[in-house]
């Protein structure tokens, strides 16, 4: 069955800091990759997407991911984070088929620090 | 660009009672799924139509139904409710034929007293 770890549930970085969300999959083969962020009391948007070829994917507000099969994770990473970042943060995973659900991880829970 | 609908934003309902929630999705979009988001949880996946028919299943509890209707929205009916029901309950859409990648609408908070 599809799963999605999230190790980290709470993650404070300062301003301008870098940052690195982890997240591990696990599915038989090789699954369409998901990060979406949701603003407290909003809806989620999606910030990336990886289905195949280059595996270091750019998404929206700055961010992007690297599909690594080896390690099955699809980590999220901003070089410089804005204060309007803080949010929570969904790794989620499926199927290469047609009409099949997503399978999202714990969330991670981004605070940052002025 | 249009995004996916879902009526009412917010819903009050008492113990015991029913509520309908309704779901528009992006123009041409086929697919439509429910997920339900508990307080402090990440969003699990209720049930999906494509052409009108049922695709997929999850914890969608008994007392819940779904449909698709011929102009592609989708309403949620559920019925005894109960307080742990209240949750976000987000639509999302997708394109059958691809890219896959799903849509989600802004969610319509259920609030059960």
């Known amino acids: 069955a599809q799963s999605v770890t999230q190790p980290d549930i709470h993650i404070t970085v300062s301003e301008g800091a870098s940052l690195e969300l982890r997240c591990n999959y696990s599915?038989?083969?090789?699954?369409?990759l998901f990060w979406y962020v949701q603003s407290p009391g909003q809806g989620l948007q999606l910030l990336l997407k990886?289905?195949?070829?280059?595996?270091l994917v750019q998404g929206i507000k700055g961010f992007e991911a690297e599909f690594k099969r080896s390690q099955s994770s699809f980590n999220l990473r901003k070089p410089s984070v804005h204060w309007s970042d803080a949010a929570e943060y969904y790794c989620?995973?499926?199927?290469?088929?047609?009409?099949?659900?997503?399978?999202f991880g714990p969330g991670t829970s981004l605070s940052v620090i002025p | 660009a249009a995004g996916v609908i879902q009526s009412p934003r917010h819903l009050i309902k008492e113990k015991r009672e029913t509520a309908t929630l309704k779901c528009y999705p992006i123009?041409?979009?086929?697919?439509v799924y429910w997920y339900q988001q508990g307080p402090g949880q990440d969003p699990q996946f209720l049930i999906s139509?494509?052409?009108?028919?049922?695709?997929d299943k999850g914890s969608i509890p008994d007392r819940f139904s779904a449909q698709q209707f011929s102009d592609y929205h989708s309403e949620l009916n559920m019925s005894s409710l109960e307080l742990g029901d209240s949750a976000l309950y987000f639509c999302?859409?997708?394109?059958?034929?691809?890219?896959?990648?799903?849509?989600f609408g802004p969610g319509t908070r259920l609030t059960v007293t």
């Open positions: 999302a859409s997708s394109i059958s034929r691809g890219p896959y990648e799903q849509y």
């Open positions: 599915y038989g083969a090789t699954p369409y």
């Open positions: 990886y289905f195949s070829g280059d595996t």
């Open positions: 989620a995973v499926g199927k290469k088929t047609s009409y099949d659900k997503v399978i």
């Open positions: 123009p041409r979009h086929d697919t």
């Open positions: 139509f494509y052409e009108k028919m049922q695709s």
